[in-house]
């Protein structure tokens, strides 16, 4: 019997720092709620807006798989291995922090702000060499169609992380569905609907909403208005 559990996007941790404008979907430096600490390996999924000019100062982070989608605008990334680049609305950016390493990211813009996605995935391997990498997608890929972003395996589709994770975008027009089949046993899903509305089975969701779903081989995704967006995280349930 299919498990679920549904996160309506007014329940999210809210921190406003002025500069930064982040709604954290589970607990996350100051918003701490025993009953939003993970969803599996998935630990944190951050829906961030950085006001031109600014970002985050060099900070560290340790064994853990963090990949950034940028929504709109762009961002500058510096880190200790030595790493310098802009992500961009298309693009998706990947780091293995492993050991240990230190980054900054910042919005060079003077006149647009920045909006992305953090996410943070326990990684199935610990210390392992930090690593970074980022790619440039087609977004007209994800049409009508899921469109692989991330996946455990350096020659498949998309960036990898150290966890048999599987990430996927669509844009859908109204009316539209498909299925996703789960690529591994005991994996659940979590869903969140960057636009637009959507349903997931039965189930309504409308944009920034997100639905865990877990004991289930496949789910059914239907779009409820034009140019809907949904991001599909499936990971595996114990960390």
Same mark, same amino acid.
């Given at each position: 019997? +299919?498990?679920?559990?549904?996160?309506?996007?007014?329940?999210?941790?809210?921190?406003?720092?002025?500069?930064? *404008?982040?709604?954290?979907? %589970?607990?996350?430096?100051?918003?701490?709620?025993? @009953?939003?600490?993970?969803?599996?390996?998935?630990?944190?999924?951050? @829906? *961030?807006?950085?006001?031109?000019?600014?970002?985050?100062?060099?900070?560290? !982070?340790?064994?853990?798989?963090?990949?950034?989608?940028?929504?709109?605008?762009?961002?500058?990334?510096?880190?200790?291995?030595?790493?310098?680049?802009?992500?961009?609305?298309?693009?998706?950016?990947?780091?293995?922090?492993?050991?240990?390493? &230190? !980054?900054?990211? &910042?919005?060079?813009?003077?006149?647009?702000? /920045?909006?992305?996605?953090?996410?943070?995935?326990?990684?199935?391997?610990?210390?392992?060499?930090?690593? &970074?990498?980022?790619?440039?997608?087609?977004?007209?890929?994800? !049409?009508? /169609?899921?469109?692989?972003?991330?996946?455990? *395996?350096?020659?498949?589709?998309?960036?990898?992380? !150290?966890?048999?994770?599987? %990430?996927?975008?669509?844009?859908? @027009?109204? *009316?539209?569905? /498909?299925?996703? @089949?789960?690529?591994?046993?005991?994996?659940?899903? &979590?869903?969140?609907?960057?636009?637009?509305?959507?349903?997931?089975?039965?189930?309504?969701?409308?944009?920034?909403?997100?639905?865990?779903?877990?004991?289930?081989?496949?789910?059914?995704?239907?779009?409820?208005?034009?140019?809907? +967006?949904?991001?599909?995280?499936?990971?595996?349930?114990?960390?």
């Amino acid at each position: 019997m +299919e498990n679920t559990v549904l996160h309506k996007a007014n329940t999210r941790g809210h921190a406003n720092h002025g500069w930064l *404008d982040s709604h954290h979907s %589970f607990s996350f430096a100051n918003y701490y709620n025993p @009953d939003r600490m993970h969803f599996g390996v998935l630990r944190v999924l951050n @829906d *961030d807006r950085v006001d031109a000019g600014m970002g985050f100062g060099t900070h560290p !982070h340790d064994n853990m798989e963090i990949i950034s989608i940028p929504l709109e605008g762009d961002l500058e990334h510096k880190d200790s291995m030595g790493n310098t680049a802009v992500i961009k609305k298309g693009d998706i950016q990947v780091m293995s922090a492993g050991t240990g390493i &230190y !980054h900054s990211e &910042y919005n060079k813009n003077k006149d647009q702000l /920045t909006k992305f996605l953090q996410i943070w995935v326990y990684p199935n391997k610990k210390n392992v060499t930090p690593r &970074y990498d980022q790619i440039t997608l087609n977004e007209a890929d994800r !049409h009508n /169609t899921l469109q692989q972003i991330l996946s455990p *395996d350096a020659n498949d589709e998309g960036v990898w992380i !150290h966890q048999d994770a599987w %990430f996927h975008l669509g844009r859908f @027009d109204k *009316d539209f569905s /498909t299925a996703y @089949d789960l690529k591994k046993s005991g994996n659940g899903i &979590y869903a969140f609907v960057i636009k637009g509305d959507v349903n997931i089975g039965t189930i309504q969701l409308s944009e920034r909403d997100a639905l865990g779903i877990w004991d289930t081989n496949s789910i059914t995704i239907t779009a409820n208005t034009q140019d809907a +967006e949904i991001l599909i995280i499936e990971v595996p349930m114990s960390v």
